[in-house]
């Protein structure tokens, strides 16, 4: 056991350190859950990719169709202009051909465009795709670090709290049930450190006489704000 003026400011620090080594294991879990949430919006850009991919497809092929209907019409068309028997008739079927070639030719303007945006679109697809492979595999990577992680922090928790056991035995029998109540609640909340005169949680002035027995070795309580003092912390130790 390391030198210290009441035993106090050791186990001030030693519950600091716990709380540090415990707030990593509580986060784990919650960066997995981050990295995760990553992954899924990955996964849905891709779905919703592929759903869009799909209806262009649809509507391009539709066009094809209608562009196939249109060109037999034509075909109809101009056998029947071949046939016609006067020169309005004739006109008529002209216009009409002429039309449909022109609605044609519009559709197969947009087909065109359709097929470049599905190119593009697969090649984005492509790029998510490849992304989505790099994101599971730092989800992998992660999970398997907090892993490892996990043992080493629950190791040096079950340190600190060994540790905080032999410190404890300095805590006197009187004041030992408030003691475990405050360290319970608040950690290392529980503790305030002396620095000068004041106390340095509440920045009350102490009176002499406190400081008096603060050095002599005693154990109290702030009668401002009920922390357990102990002066000025001492060198930490790992
Ligand atoms: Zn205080």
Request: hydrophobic content about 40%; proline content about 3%; glycine content about 4%.
């Given at each position: 056991m390391?030198?210290?003026r009441?035993g106090?400011?050791?186990?001030?620090?030693?519950?600091s350190?716990?709380?540090?080594?415990?707030?990593?294991?509580?986060?784990?879990?919650?960066?997995?859950?981050?990295?995760?949430?990553?992954t899924?919006?990955?996964?849905?850009?891709i779905?919703?990719?592929?759903?869009?991919?799909?209806?262009?497809?649809?509507?391009?092929?539709?066009?094809?169709?209608?562009?196939?209907?249109?060109?037999?019409?034509?075909?109809?068309?101009?056998?029947?202009?071949n046939?016609?028997?006067?020169?309005?008739?004739?006109?008529?079927?002209?216009?009409?051909?002429?039309?449909?070639?022109?609605?044609?030719?519009?559709?197969?303007?947009?087909i065109l465009?359709?097929?470049?945006?599905?190119d593009?679109?697969?090649?984005?697809?492509?790029?998510?795709e490849?992304?989505?492979v790099?994101?599971?595999?730092?989800?992998?990577?992660?999970?398997?670090?907090?892993a490892?992680?996990?043992a080493?922090?629950?190791?040096?928790?079950?340190?600190?709290?060994?540790?905080?056991?032999?410190?404890?035995?300095?805590?006197?029998?009187?004041?030992?049930?408030?003691?475990?109540?405050?360290?319970?609640?608040?950690g290392p909340?529980?503790?305030?450190?002396?620095?000068?005169?004041q106390?340095?949680?509440?920045?009350?002035?102490?009176?002499?006489?406190?400081?008096?027995?603060?050095?002599s070795?005693?154990?109290?309580?702030?009668?401002?704000?009920?922390?357990?003092?102990?002066?000025?912390?001492?060198?930490?130790?790992?």
């Amino acid at each position: 056991m390391p030198a210290a003026r009441n035993g106090v400011s050791e186990l001030h620090g030693l519950y600091s350190k716990l709380r540090t080594v415990q707030n990593q294991l509580q986060s784990a879990p919650r960066q997995m859950q981050a990295r995760q949430q990553i992954t899924a919006g990955k996964q849905a850009e891709i779905d919703a990719t592929k759903e869009k991919i799909k209806k262009l497809k649809l509507s391009a092929d539709q066009s094809n169709l209608q562009v196939k209907t249109n060109e037999a019409k034509v075909l109809g068309l101009k056998v029947k202009l071949n046939q016609a028997v006067s020169n309005r008739e004739f006109d008529a079927l002209r216009s009409q051909v002429e039309a449909d070639e022109m609605a044609n030719s519009v559709l197969e303007d947009e087909i065109l465009a359709a097929y470049e945006k599905l190119d593009r679109m697969k090649e984005e697809l492509t790029q998510f795709e490849t992304e989505l492979v790099a994101l599971k595999a730092a989800e992998t990577k992660l999970a398997q670090e907090l892993a490892a992680a996990e043992a080493g922090l629950k190791a040096k928790a079950a340190e600190y709290q060994r540790f905080i056991k032999e410190a404890e035995t300095v805590i006197p029998g009187e004041i030992e049930l408030a003691y475990r109540r405050m360290v319970q609640q608040q950690g290392p909340d529980a503790f305030a450190a002396v620095e000068g005169n004041q106390c340095q949680n509440c920045f009350v002035t102490l009176p002499p006489q406190t400081l008096v027995e603060l050095k002599s070795g005693k154990i109290m309580f702030c009668k401002s704000c009920s922390k357990l003092m102990h002066l000025a912390p001492r060198e930490d130790r790992d």
